[in-house]
């Protein structure tokens, strides 16, 4: 069926460093998606989103980019602090039912000081 | 303003034990979800509700689980006959129901239920 995945379950990086999380997604259908974050112990938090109508979308230190050609999102967090330490997870709505969200089973970003 | 709300946080219990969850969503939120996340998992989806409309009942996994939602704000999430793989983390997220963050859902810290 259709699924939102990660390549990568695990990703460390030394702190001030750029960090890079992938996740593809196989429902063309899909046009709108988010990645949050979730602490340990905490519900996810809402980090930035993007509809399909664009490419690249940019926050405060993180960039998401969208390449709908392979169907796969993108996280980017410039400077990578020691409190980006989480487990990330993309989401897809498909645009039919306009509420739900399918998430993938997220990707756990370490930061080492 | 406040968050969403969810309690208890921590809930132990023994198998064939029913149990309630509570959710209190955002003040104006009209929409509500409830999720299920597993150990190292992502999070499946529950139920819906929005307004006064039917709930979206579709990811319910059997029929010992039940949520309801009165006055359109506070929903209770009901797990009869618990059973030890229904162990897990139960969120509840609330979005608005119009304007560029409808699509956007606010989640709590979730209850995590332990069933023995």
């Known amino acids: 069926g259709e699924s939102v995945g990660l390549h990568l379950p695990t990703l460390s990086v030394q702190e001030g460093d750029n960090s890079i999380i992938n996740c593809a997604y196989s429902n063309s259908a899909s046009d709108y998606f988010i990645w949050y974050k979730q602490e340990s112990g905490k519900g996810p938090q809402f980090i930035i989103d993007?509809?399909?109508?664009?490419d690249k979308r940019q926050g405060q230190r993180v960039t998401v980019l969208l390449n709908k050609t392979v169907k796969h999102l993108s996280l980017q967090i410039a400077a990578t602090q020691p409190g980006d330490s989480a487990v990330y997870f993309c989401a897809e709505n498909d645009g039919g039912s306009n509420y739900k969200l399918t998430f993938g089973k997220g990707t756990l970003l370490t930061v080492n000081p | 303003g406040a968050g969403v709300s969810q309690s208890p946080s921590n809930k132990v219990t023994e198998k064939g034990k029913d149990v309630e969850l509570r959710c209190d969503p955002i003040?104006?939120?009209?929409?509500l979800y409830w999720y299920r996340q597993s150990l190292g998992q992502g999070l499946e989806f529950l139920i819906y509700f929005q307004g006064n409309s039917a709930p979206d009942k579709s990811g319910l996994p059997s029929d010992r689980f039940s949520a309801e939602r009165t006055g359109g704000s506070v929903s209770t999430l009901t797990i009869q006959r618990t059973q030890q793989e229904d162990s897990a983390v139960y969120l509840c997220?609330?979005?608005?129901?119009?304007?560029?963050?409808?699509?956007?859902?606010?989640f709590g810290a979730g209850t995590r239920l332990s069933v023995l």
């Open positions: 997220a609330s979005s608005p129901r119009l304007g560029a963050a409808k699509n956007i859902q606010y």
């Open positions: 993007i509809r399909s109508n664009m």
């Open positions: 003040s104006g939120h009209t929409a």
